[in-house]
């Protein structure tokens, strides 16, 4: 599956982005998808996941009550929805997808496929 990662900008402190992530494929929904950032100099770090009907759901506490991660099967996308944002947010996100896990993953290793990257800044 290829992914392709859009929404990325420039928002002030408190502003709101919503990322998206298109999958290619006919098996989008047999695939766990996950988000991921990464700051300058730091490593990166997991965001937050949605396993295979969007019910089940699993974020980093540092998102949780701003980002919620949902998914359209029928149309082969992945949301990031992202509210309150901080000036802490500001960070490359990638989509991660794999059809081996059944349940949301939180470690980079447990996802095969990979977006490109879309850049977020946020202006305090």
């Known amino acids: 599956v290829q992914l392709q990662a859009s929404g990325g900008g420039l928002v002030q402190a408190g502003g709101s982005l919503r990322l998206s992530c298109a999958a290619s494929g006919r098996t989008f929904r047999t695939y766990v998808m996950g988000w991921f950032r990464q700051a300058p100099g730091k490593e990166r770090e997991f965001v937050a996941a949605?396993?295979?009907?969007?019910?089940?759901?699993d974020y980093t506490d540092s998102v949780k009550g701003r980002f919620t991660i949902s998914r359209d099967n029928a149309k082969n996308t992945v949301y990031l929805q992202m509210n309150s944002l901080k000036p802490e947010d500001t960070a490359v996100y990638y989509c991660?997808?794999?059809?081996?896990?059944?349940?949301?993953?939180?470690?980079?290793?447990?996802?095969?496929?990979w977006g490109q990257g879309t850049l977020v800044t946020v202006s305090s």
């Open positions: 949605v396993g295979w009907s969007g019910v089940t759901t």
């Open positions: 991660a997808a794999d059809n081996r896990l059944t349940r949301p993953g939180r470690r980079s290793n447990e996802y095969t496929y």
